[in-house]
T-cell receptor, first 114, second 112 residues
Framework: GENVEQHPSTLSVQEGDSAVIKCTYSDSASNYFPWYKQELGKRPQLIIDIRSNVGEKKDQRIAVTLNKTAKHFSLHITETQPEDSAVYFCAASPNSGNTGKLIFGQGTTLQVKP | NAGVMQNPRHLVRRRGQEARLRCSPMKGHSHVYWYRQLPEEGLKFMVYLQKENIIDESGMPKERFSAEFPKEGPSILRIQQVVRGDSAAYFC??????????FGSGTQLSVL
């Protein structure tokens, strides 16, 4: 089945710097890759997603890139702010059975220092 | 649209008791997913349901765990004879089209 690996597990940056989180997946048939942000004690919230027919997608300070050949995708946050501090999860949707279930990475704790 | 509603937010059970977790999906969403999250870990898929049907339960333990999504009412995740290892946050998510999941606030289950 699908396996998603996420790195780094923790990331600390200064306010205003960029942050990059990387994920790899194993199932080449996976075709949908969302990113979720989870603040302490809160629900995971979808912040951006990308489909396998697109190489890059941007939404204000957040961008996601996908390399299908290498089976990896990355989240880029520019001009980080303290409110970006949270745990970020990548996920992949294996196409087998088309159930829509997501397989999540282990999470990256991002700390943005003021 | 109130979003995905889960209750209770916190549930305390003693070993051997039953836990019932409820999830009302967003209006218009017919796909429901349950995930389990252990402290400082990712979300682990448990089960995917549509109205009155279990579509994929490959992530759910074979014993003590069951899920349903009846024609009327919320989806229920039921854990019988709870053990300490069941302590976790259980998140429900719903989707209008599969894949784009919207999560509830979760139920924190603590087993004493």
């Amino acid at each position: 089945g699908e396996n998603v690996e996420q790195h780094p597990s923790t990331l600390s940056v200064q306010e205003g710097d960029s942050a990059v989180i990387k994920c790899t997946y194993s199932d080449s048939a996976s075709n949908y890759f969302p990113w979720y942000k989870q603040e302490l004690g809160k629900r995971p919230q979808l912040i951006i997603d990308i489909r396998s027919n697109v190489g890059e997608k941007k939404d204000q300070r957040i961008a996601v890139t996908l390399n299908k050949t290498a089976k990896h995708f990355s989240l880029h946050i520019t001009e980080t702010q303290p409110e970006d501090s949270a745990v970020y999860f990548c996920a992949a949707s294996p196409n087998s059975g088309n159930t829509g279930k997501l397989i999540f990475g282990q999470g990256t704790t991002l700390q943005v220092k003021p | 649209n109130a979003g995905v509603m889960q209750n209770p937010r916190h549930l305390v059970r003693r070993r051997g008791q039953e836990a019932r977790l409820r999830c009302s999906p967003m209006k218009g969403h017919s796909h429901v997913y349950w995930y389990r999250q252990l402290p400082e870990e990712g979300l682990k898929f448990m089960v995917y349901l549509q109205k009155e049907n279990i579509i994929d339960e490959s992530g759910m333990p074979k014993e003590r765990f069951s899920a349903e999504f009846p024609k009327e009412g919320p989806s229920i995740l039921r854990i019988q004879q709870v053990v300490r290892g069941d302590s976790a946050a259980y998140f429900c998510a719903s989707s209008p089209e599969r894949e784009k999941l919207f999560f509830g606030s979760g139920t924190q289950l603590s087993v004493l």
